[in-house]
């Protein structure tokens, strides 16, 4: 067993880390009002980030989901909100369309995704159904050369910077999993309307969308039948990429409380120096080691897409783990870490999103229960060829 990153892969840390230690990092307390970072995703773009997960042939890198998982976690040490809008650059949205668009789509979009210009948005989610996805009710009807879109998607992201939506529907009213699909809406569409609008605790806006008999073309209903399958094959990445922030978060929180730790003292000694703050430090550095390595063994398991019940585990992890660690870090602070003069308040506000989407922790818990419950071998760990 070989746990080194490549050269290659330490080099493009290296990277990333000093473009976003250098301007990212300066920058990050202005996005909490919902600005988005084009700044930001434009000095990425200049690095080859944002087409990283753009084939070869179309631009980009096209390199692993580790390679991409690695890249999100360094940026988010510094900033959830350029985190998530890396995101659909690196994740579901572009891999679907690399695999599923037409040619000439993907043409089109992908020299915009490679330059930082071209922001995509996914639309699943709806009022009544966020997990339970083959209950979705948005419906798509075939007329004649065109496709119809009515519904409603709601908890959008990058809605007002989105050039390209891609919407998961029902189509024909199939119903169940089998009638799931997918359609690709270019922004302003008649008929695409924003009918809402939430500032979230992390910074960023989520929005609702109502499709009010939107018509595409018929080559836009990129996935016609059986999507729900190719969906969720396609977001296992993403549930490599969302606890990739997760732990991100907790790094960058862990060392502003290690640096708060030596800097601080408190009757005559540094606050570090004491072992109930000492242990506080340990735990939490355990917590952060142990979700690097089921992350990363999730990440590096894709052929093209991550393991499912590794990548779920690994979401389940990295997520709840962020969440404590972000919480010490404010608790190493003291008063300070409540306030927004330092950062890590910021970082527990990002790292409570991690367990809501991409599938809830709930949920993910069960899905990974039932495996065990199906496939667990009778002669345990070993003989299931896994380290």
Request: glycine content about 10%; overall charge neutral.
């Amino acid at each position: 067993m070989d746990f080194e990153l490549s050269q290659e892969q330490k080099a493009m840390v290296a990277t990333v880390r000093a473009v976003a230690q250098d301007r990212i990092k300066p920058r990050a307390m202005k996005f909490l009002d919902g600005t988005f970072p084009w700044e930001n995703l434009k000095d990425l773009a200049g690095i080859g980030i944002t087409g990283m997960a753009v084939p070869e042939e179309y631009g980009g890198l096209g390199l692993s989901v580790l390679d991409t998982a690695l890249v999100v976690e360094e940026v988010a040490k510094v900033c959830y909100t350029t985190a998530m809008a890396l995101m659909p650059q690196l994740g579901v949205q572009t891999r679907i369309l690399s695999q599923y668009a037409p040619e000439e789509m993907k043409r089109r979009i992908f020299d915009g995704v490679v330059r930082g210009e071209y922001v995509l948005a996914v639309c699943m989610t709806e009022p009544h159904a966020g997990t339970d996805i083959p209950n979705l009710r948005t419906n798509t009807e075939i007329r004649g050369d065109r496709a119809v879109i009515n519904g409603v998607k709601t908890l959008i992201s990058k809605v007002d910077e989105a050039q390209l939506f891609v919407v998961f529907t029902r189509v024909g009213k199939v119903p169940g999993r089998e009638g799931i699909g997918c359609v690709l809406v270019d922004r302003d569409t008649p008929g695409m309307l924003r009918t809402g609008r939430y500032h979230t605790m992390g910074g960023e806006y989520l929005f609702e969308l109502t499709f009010e008999n939107v018509e595409v073309p018929l080559e836009n209903l990129v996935i016609k039948e059986d999507g729900l399958k190719k969906l969720m094959n396609a977001f296992n990445t993403q549930r490599c990429l969302n606890p990739s922030i997760s732990l991100g978060l907790a790094e960058g929180a862990f060392e502003e409380a290690v640096k708060y730790a030596r800097d601080r003292t408190a009757f005559n000694r540094r606050i570090g120096d004491f072992q109930g703050m000492r242990w506080k430090l340990a735990e939490m550095y355990r917590d952060i080691e142990v979700g690097r390595s089921i992350l990363y063994r999730a990440a590096a398991s894709a052929n093209p897409y991550p393991d499912p019940q590794l990548a779920a585990l690994a979401k389940m992890y990295c997520n709840e783990m962020a969440i404590r660690v972000t919480s010490e870090a404010i608790q190493v602070h003291g008063g300070y870490g409540f306030t927004d003069e330092f950062p890590v308040s910021r970082f527990y506000r990002g790292a409570r999103y991690g367990t809501l989407g991409g599938g809830t922790t709930e949920t993910l818990k069960d899905l990974v229960g039932k495996k065990v419950m199906a496939d667990f071998p009778a002669d345990g760990f070993l003989g299931m060829g896994l380290f």
